[in-house]
């Protein structure tokens, strides 16, 4: 039995939401915390380009500096992914790979590690799958939580009973459109973090990085779970302004984009990882 945490939940002059037990994102993050760290958070999409680097690739995240890891999930139709994820998901489909074979991937890291592993995955799969068998195929695979980009409030609660009864986290995605009314709404559902959008549209690489300060002082009026930063960072020194006010930075398609290069992706994928961790130490 896990302990209970007083970060889960919505916290903040409001809060009637009991505690939860703490699962592993949670308690990596007081981790974090109490040690004045902050993390990084890559996305790797399951099976690109191939199930064997993606097993290499989570087997040496935490050597490379890596906190927790997101794992997409292949989908044919992503909602909100540039043309480097939605190229790198098709071409996984195209090789096959299915949900049983990303959770049979992911069982067989989760006893060599201690990295957070997420999974981002479309509603439609949930749905399709059944609500509380994916759930519970997620947290028999080892996963710690995730995030689903595309489900709205009503859905979400239909789900969160099941993600409470597994002790997994639940982020769900606050864009810089999103209004305050929804923003309480979305707060008080999320479990583990807050998935903060640096930007509005489609993922992939930028060169500028936008001032989050205002925003990230907004959603800590209503709630001291941990805040994660995505959407267009690519380099160390995004991932370092990111964290200056954010608790996280999660980095998605310049990772991807470097695992499609010619030789050993796992490699070249924890070279670039073990770069943006410098942004973490402010080197």
């Not at 889960?8 to 004045?36: H, K, T, W, Y």
């Not at 043309?83 to 998901?89: G, L, T």
């Not at 059944?130 to 695979?141: K, M, N, S």
């Not at 020194?237 to 980095?251: F, L």
């Amino acid at each position: 039995m896990r302990s209970t945490s007083p970060m889960v939940g919505l916290r903040g002059p409001s809060n009637s939401v009991p505690c939860q037990l703490m699962s592993r994102i949670d308690e990596l993050f007081a981790s974090a915390r109490r040690d004045n760290r902050l993390s990084l958070m890559p996305f790797v999409v399951a099976g690109y380009p191939g199930l064997d680097a993606t097993e290499m690739f989570l087997h040496g995240l935490e050597e490379a500096g890596a906190t927790m890891a997101e794992v997409g999930f292949p989908f044919s139709d992503p909602i909100a992914d540039g043309p480097v994820i939605a190229a790198a998901m098709h071409h996984t489909l195209s090789q096959g790979v299915t949900i049983d074979t990303v959770l049979a991937t992911v069982g067989r890291v989760r006893s060599s590690t201690g990295l957070g592993l997420i999974a981002m995955v479309s509603y439609s799969i949930v749905h399709r799958r059944g609500r509380e068998t994916f759930v519970r195929e997620l947290a028999d695979a080892g996963f710690d939580g995730l995030i689903i980009p595309d489900i709205d409030l009503a859905a979400a609660d239909t789900l969160l009973p099941a993600i409470d009864a597994a002790d997994l986290s639940f982020a769900m995605l606050v864009a810089p459109t999103t209004l305050p009314n929804r923003l309480k709404a979305v707060i008080q559902r999320c479990r583990g973090f807050i998935y903060l959008l640096a930007r509005t549209g489609l993922t992939g690489a930028r060169g500028d990085m936008p001032d989050l300060t205002d925003r990230v002082a907004e959603i800590r009026q209503l709630s001291d779970l941990p805040i994660a930063a995505g959407f267009g960072i690519s380099t160390a020194d995004q991932v370092r302004s990111a964290t200056t006010s954010c608790d996280a930075a999660i980095v998605g398609s310049a990772l991807v984009d470097h695992m499609r290069a010619e030789g050993d992706a796992a490699a070249s994928g924890l070279a670039f990882v073990q770069t943006l961790a410098t942004g973490l130490r402010g080197d």
